[in-house]
């Protein structure tokens, strides 16, 4: 998730010029609005759905923004998967520490927030780079389509953990 996001933060301002938006900081400013906004009137959400299931559609709402705006290469192209982008991006954080912290005992909370915070400073940090060279090579929209394959690689990985969990008795 975090890859892909850190490239659509990377690149979307300029993908907006490329595309003909005359200001560079609509995708960024559609897309941080989103966030804010679902994850203030959907703040219990997370609380009331299973959170590897979450996480998973999370990942899948990411894919499917970031294919949006490598297909569909123009002013409403990039508002349409910014906004789908942003609700995935909205819930995907509150699921996965949730499924972190159900996990961890008490005495292993902080070692738990630890690993998943330096997760999400990797993913961002890594994002724009391993998507860069993409869209170096291949332009702006491959570097999406890339971010989304990475997205998709994340559900199937999530929903299969998820399957495990569901299947391992209670001790």
Partial sequence: MLIAMGGYLAFASIHAVQVGV?????????????VVVCRIAFARVPDRLPSLPLGAASLLAIAA???????????????VGAVILGVGVAFSTPAF?????????PAERGLASGTASAA???????????LGFVAASSGIPWAFAVGAL???????????????VRSTPAA
């Fill in 22 to 34: 005359g200001n560079a900081s609509v995708a960024l400013l559609t897309f941080g609005t989103v």
């Fill in 65 to 79: 923004g970031l294919i949006v705006a490598a297909l569909w290469i123009d002013v409403i192209g990039l508002v």
């Fill in 97 to 105: 520490f949730s499924a972190v912290f159900a996990t961890a005992s």
């Fill in 120 to 130: 999400i400073d990797l993913g961002l940090g890594l994002g724009p780079i391993l």
């Fill in 150 to 164: 990475v997205a998709l690689a994340g559900a199937a990985w999530t929903l299969g953990l998820a399957r495990r």
